[in-house]
């Protein structure tokens, strides 16, 4: 169980220079609850890689954000003619590209397609964040590629989500958020 009174001091201090919001704590709450309920004793580098990934893609609001620019400059952020719809960043992790949000809608019985901005939802959000990058369903690339008993690659880890972009940024959130993880648990 995570000491939650310790890992929010931590994470104020460390990341957040001193102050947190509320809708941060929310955010961060629902992604160590789902952790919790759902984990049954994975490795917690997964949750640190986790939240340094909501941390990085909601600009630090652990929020279900829009993508800045909505896609405007990408093929994913045109209008589909059949939907309606645009396909850009939403989520914990910028879902992106109508595939991967009919892919997550049929893992999670829910119609992101038609309804994309549901990807919004903090539970939606989370559940994405999680699933995607356990099973690797983005990128191809998962969790336990990256952290397992014979490797500890914070840095390549975010192939994950998006090749290597702010790769190194990320795992120096992801190093903070396991200190704080890893002196609460155990």
Same mark, same amino acid.
Do not use: C, Q
């Given at each position: 169980m995570i000491n939650r009174k310790f890992f929010f001091d931590y994470v104020r201090q460390h990341l957040f220079n001193g102050s947190l919001k509320s809708g941060s704590v929310a955010g961060?709450?629902?992604?160590?609850?789902?952790?919790?309920?759902?984990?049954?004793?994975?490795?917690?580098?997964?949750?640190?890689?986790a939240l340094a990934t909501t941390h990085h893609?909601?600009?630090?609001?652990?929020? =279900?954000?829009?993508?800045?620019?909505?896609?405007?400059?990408?093929?994913?952020?045109?209008?589909?003619?059949?939907?309606?719809?645009?396909?850009? =960043?939403?989520?914990?992790?910028q879902l992106t590209w109508r595939k991967n949000y009919k892919n997550m809608g049929d893992?999670? =019985?829910?119609?992101?397609?038609?309804?994309p901005e549901k990807a919004l939802n903090i539970d939606i959000a989370t559940k994405i964040l999680f699933?995607?990058?356990?099973?690797?369903?983005f990128t191809s690339k998962k969790f336990a590629d990256y952290f397992n008993s014979d490797m500890d690659d914070w840095i390549n880890a975010r192939r994950i989500i998006n090749g290597k972009d702010k790769a190194n940024l990320i795992a120096g959130y992801g190093k903070d958020y396991y200190a704080?993880?890893?002196y609460t648990t155990g």
């Open positions: 961060l709450t629902a992604i160590l609850d789902y952790w919790e309920s759902n984990s049954s004793k994975k490795d917690d580098r997964w949750l640190a890689y893609e909601t600009d630090r609001t652990f929020r =279900g954000i829009e993508e800045y620019g909505k896609g405007k400059k990408h093929e994913y952020g045109k209008i589909d003619p059949e939907t309606g719809a645009a396909y850009y =960043g939403r989520g914990f992790v893992i999670l =019985g829910v119609d992101l397609v038609h309804h699933i995607g990058m356990t099973r690797g369903t704080a993880i890893s």
